[in-house]
């Protein structure tokens, strides 16, 4: 090339690969060695060329770095990418290629350097037309050129799209009120899911190109914070719910049955309903309690015995095995309750309405007519579907403060008491293994204020708790009589310590804990079972069936025994149902053990001030001293590493010293210790 040649070239320098790069022009001012040239650009800049890197010679003239500027200037009129869509037209009919030379002569009539140059800047720019073969062009073919601009479409209403969507993201974030789009929907739910899973996460790359948009860290806590400043997420987001396959909307077709059943109940399947109207029935639940499924009768017979009623709700009274009710509620097998709310196994509107026993209206019912013997076995039995009239809605702490008082107008309260004495007395005959340990509730108020309630064995829970045992052995009691493949509860019987060494613990919640490590799961099968912990031989929980699908399958399979009709379930599909539930089930359990772990270590982040009595309830690892401890205003149980030598029964006061919910950490400090304690 000789001193003067304009030549274009693409510098790495500048990033990009290939034909990314800025292009820039230069021109030749001496060779370098065999192979390089050294070139001039318009700043004044010398750069040192490979030939490869030359991408473009204007011939047959020469320039100085000075005249640079004026060529583009000359250049830059004739850009205009929709001039090749003519040129193509016309070259593609005979399939003609074409060089810079030859389209600048189509297009401008003219093939000086300038518009030569013009014409190469929009073939080698042009995707959609042309492709380069050699120093020439070739047209596309049509339909390539077709669906390449289809692509381009494409392509250009993704990019609006972003951009749209970005635009969005900031006026949401700068505090402005908006309607999100349809199509923001992808990367909002990929933020989500980010947020959610973390690097576990399907199609994250949506979800890192809005965080790096934005500037934020591309992480998953990053994501939730994003979320939470775009208002689609409550600071406190549940993400136990959200790993998790529950579900927490109801199905619109589900919604439409359960609307018709209030419109228009179906017909009621149970042909004979036992009229028990004329009975006081006493409903007994926590004063939040809406799902309320079971009430409390006493009937006075004539020969001065009392015969117990236990009435349960008879949700079966408003479906049918195989319907959409009871599809879905097969498909969430318990109403889960969490600290912020409930998510129910049916629809609210039936589950708080009709098939609630609701004080002062007719209900439908399935009741358990007992009479127990003055040892507190049962005399005999007898199941009916019924219908009843709620007498009185009573909290725990009314019933025992009536209780407490003998209210002579209220004599059936003290005959349920009397009773449930007299049942648990025999049920510990029996072997039934009481474990005295404090419950807690956590409730979160819509305000975000959290309020720990503590309960403690009283007279109302003995009473009600008994009497939903009861219920239990006489549907387990017949269903073993008339060999019914049932959901039958059992719990093998347990290695416990000596007698002497449980003598040694401290009674109530340390001696408590140390029964309750030996324990075994309980399990659920289609065929008789003892349940060592309640002493009893046979065992069927039939009190919830709003609430625990197991309980509903009892229902169904009794009630259709009794009026002799075939059984819904064969002991096969029972037996395929109980897997089922007991694997959903334990999913939904574990979402709420987290949820109110979360939720404790968040009311004690914000009372970190309180100092809190605490005592010693086990060793977790004795050789690293660190140990489990209940906080016993809240009836939480913590992990603890201690700094000094301390015993189990022990009684410490300790406060907190960092707490962190979202990771699940935890340390306790000692008041009169200065050194921190080990987080749980």
């Known amino acids: 090339m000789d001193k003067g040649t304009l030549v274009e070239f693409r510098p790495s320098s500048e990033g990009g690969a290939g034909a990314t790069r800025p292009r820039r022009l230069a021109v030749v001012d001496r060779p370098e060695g065999k192979k390089l040239w050294v070139v001039i650009d318009e700043r004044g800049q010398a750069h040192t060329l490979h030939p490869r890197d030359i991408t473009y010679t204007v011939a047959n003239q020469t320039y100085k770095p000075s005249e640079i500027s004026a060529f583009l200037k000359e250049v830059q009129p004739y850009l205009d990418p929709d001039s090749l869509e003519v040129a193509w037209e016309l070259l593609i009919e005979d399939g003609e290629t074409v060089d810079p030379a030859g389209m600048a002569r189509l297009l401008f009539s003219d093939d000086s350097p300038p518009l030569q140059y013009a014409a190469h800047c929009l073939l080698s720019d042009d995707r959609l037309y042309f492709k380069q073969k050699g120093d020439r062009y070739e047209p596309r073919p049509a339909a390539q050129v077709k669906e390449l601009k289809h692509q381009l479409s494409v392509t250009l209403q993704r990019q609006q799209e972003w951009e749209g969507f970005l635009a969005r993201l900031r006026q949401v974030l700068a505090g402005e ?85 209030l419109i228009d109940p179906p017909a009621d399947s149970s042909r004979d309903r036992l009229d028990l109207t004329h009975l006081k029935v006493y409903t007994i639940d926590d004063e939040s309690t809406r799902e309320i499924d079971d009430g409390l009768s006493v009937e006075f017979l004539p020969d001065g015995q009392h015969r117990i009623w236990v009435h349960i709700a008879d949700p079966s009274r408003w479906l049918t095995p195989g319907d959409a009710l009871d599809l879905e509620a097969r498909r969430r097998c318990i109403t889960l309750y969490l600290p912020t709310g409930m998510t129910p196994m049916f629809p609210p509107e039936l589950a708080t309405g009709p098939m609630s026993l609701v004080q002062g209206q007719l209900c439908h019912a399935f009741s358990f007519g007992v009479l127990v013997d003055a040892d507190g076995a049962i005399q005999s039995y007898e199941m009916h ?296």
């Open 177 to 261: 009120s908006l309607e999100w789009a349809a199509g923001d929907r992808p990367w909002l739910e990929a933020l989500e899911r980010f947020a959610t899973l973390g690097e576990e996460a399907s199609h994250r790359t949506p979800a890192l190109e809005v965080l790096s948009a934005l500037g934020r860290p591309e992480t998953p806590e990053e994501a939730f914070q994003l979320l939470v400043d775009l208002r689609l997420w409550h600071p406190h987001e549940n993400l136990f719910l959200r790993r998790s396959q529950i579900p927490i909307q109801f199905p619109s077709r589900v919604l439409e049955v359960a609307q018709r059943c």
């Open 385 to 680: 579907p019924t219908l009843i009239k709620p007498t009185y809605r009573l909290t725990y702490d009314d019933v025992d403060e009536m209780l407490q008082l003998g209210i002579q107008a209220e004599p059936e309260l003290e005959i349920l008491f009397q009773t449930a004495s007299q049942r648990q007395r025999w049920r510990m005959q029996q072997g039934a293994i009481s474990i005295q340990m404090p419950e807690s509730s956590i409730k979160v108020t819509e305000d975000d204020e959290i309020r720990i309630d503590v309960f403690e064995e009283s007279a109302s829970r003995i009473l009600v708790s008994e009497m939903m045992i009861l219920a239990g052995e006489v549907a387990g009691r017949y269903g073993e009589a008339h060999g019914l493949p049932l959901p039958f509860r059992g719990q093998e019987q347990p290695e416990l310590p000596p007698e002497e060494e449980l003598m040694l613990l401290p009674p109530g919640p340390v001696r408590g804990c140390a029964v309750r490590r030996c324990m075994k799961r309980s399990e659920m099968g289609v065929t008789p079972i003892r349940h060592a912990g309640l002493g009893l031989d046979v065992y069927v929980q039939v009190t919830s069936p709003i609430r625990r699908y197991a309980d509903l399958l009892a229902h169904f399979q009794i009630k259709a025994h009794l009026q002799g009709d075939p059984l819904p379930f064969s002991p096969e599909e029972m037996t395929e149902l109980l897997q089922g539930i007991g694997s959903t089930t334990y999913e939904m359990v574990q979402v709420e053990r987290q949820t109110n772990r979360y939720w404790s270590l968040e009311y004690l982040r914000r009372n970190a001030n309180e100092v809190w009595p605490a005592l010693v309830l086990r060793w977790l690892r004795e050789h690293e001293n660190f140990g489990l401890v209940l906080l016993e205003d809240l009836g939480l149980e913590m992990a603890m590493r201690f700094s000094r030598t301390v015993e189990v029964g022990d009684r410490l006061d300790v406060k907190v010293s960092y707490v962190d919910p979202r990771r699940d950490l935890i340390q306790f400090v000692e008041i009169d210790q200065a050194v921190p304690q080990a987080a749980s």
